[in-house]
């Protein structure tokens, strides 16, 4: 009788304890949590897309702590450069390698900004996200050109959404002196403190007193700074900037009329490198909009354009690494003769 009570305390004890871990979670104690599941966040960017964003909660690395990486800034002669139009990447395994087939050495990132009114600028993708691409771009050895952008959807004759006058300059510089001050501790290679200046702002003078007043840019940020402009621009005083660069966009099947388009920017945009003795000029950004081109003409669009200037800048940077407007992500076509070029030596 004793026998059988013994053995039936021990059968109520077992089923006690197994009762009490059926309510602790898997992989732990109660309440606790992995480290994906506390750091990770989905960000929704452009187009409905999303991205997992590891570490999302944990703050960038202080200084001494980015020094003990040891990443030093890439002297670059040449760039073979890629971009999404809003700038977002997952930079996983496997985008990187379908990155690096391109024979790429490095990529466009973009901090996001929205205009709320006159001097109210507001952010658009957290700072965690920009930073976490860069030293990802970075941890593959590709080159990053960071550019502050600010001007929302382009409408469909490509200009920006947000356009800004004199009372918006102060607000601005304070962004592209955080950037910059951002850009030197990541070690990032090339800053664009806006993209497209000359579209941005309402007049011309406006635009003159935005190049001036980011002169000052230097002393935060020692990297290459870039002057990028929408199309093409005669630029009178470049002032302490490095290098300039010219976006072109087509979209059409004038081949004709693309060459001497494209000889324009050469011709305009190296004068102007050489007058300034700049580092450089080249294509910031080089896009064919697929609403407007089909993917074999937004091919032949690539291949005029680096067929007539290659060896006549220092380097190119092809917009639509994403599945948005300007996409050649999925155009096997665009990416073979992209790859075709970037594979080979840089011109001398």
Not at 168 to 184: F, N, P, Q, R, Y
Request: hydrophobic share 40%; glycine share 10%; aromatic share 10%.
């Amino acid at each position: 009788m004793k026998l059988e009570i013994v053995i039936a305390v021990i059968i109520v004890l077992v089923l006690v304890v197994l009762a009490l871990f059926a309510f602790l979670p898997k992989g732990g104690t109660k309440g606790s949590m992995s480290p994906q599941e506390g750091n990770n966040k989905e960000v929704v960017i452009e187009g409905g897309e999303t991205m997992q964003m590891e570490n999302a909660n944990q703050s960038p690395m202080r200084e001494e702590e980015r020094e003990k990486e040891g990443y030093k800034r890439k002297n670059l002669s040449f760039l073979k450069f890629v971009s999404a139009e809003n700038c977002m990447y997952s930079l996983d395994e496997r985008e990187l390698n379908d990155l690096k087939d391109l024979g790429i050495n490095g990529i466009r990132i973009c901090p996001e900004y929205i205009r709320k009114g006159e001097g109210e600028i507001e952010v658009d993708i957290p700072e965690f996200v920009i930073v976490n691409l860069i030293r990802k771009a970075h941890n593959a050895g590709l080159a990053v050109f960071l550019e502050v952008n600010a001007g929302g959807k382009p409408d469909i004759e490509g200009n920006p959404s947000f356009v800004y006058g004199e009372g918006d300059i102060e607000a601005l510089h304070k962004i592209a002196t955080k950037w910059a001050e951002i850009g030197e501790r990541e070690g990032v290679e090339l800053y664009s403190p806006l993209n497209e200046p000359n579209l941005m702002f309402r007049t011309e003078k406006d635009l003159l007193k935005w190049i001036n007043t980011t002169q000052d840019l230097h002393s935060y940020f020692k990297g290459g700074l870039v002057l990028k402009i929408g199309g093409i621009q005669e630029v009178e005083d470049v002032g302490e900037y490095d290098y300039l660069a010219f976006d072109i966009m087509w979209g059409d099947k004038n081949y004709r009329e693309l060459e001497a388009y494209i000889d324009e920017a050469v011709g305009v945009g190296t004068k102007i490198r050489d007058e300034h003795k700049l580092d450089g000029f080249f294509f910031g950004e080089l896009g064919a909009e697929r609403s407007k081109v089909d993917k074999e003409t937004q091919a032949e669009i690539f291949r005029e354009v680096l067929n007539r200037t290659w060896g006549k800048t220092e380097g190119y940077c092809f917009l639509g690494w994403s599945n948005l407007e300007f996409r050649f992500r999925d155009n096997d076509r665009a990416k073979q003769v992209i790859a075709k070029w970037y594979r080979r030596e840089a011109p001398g």
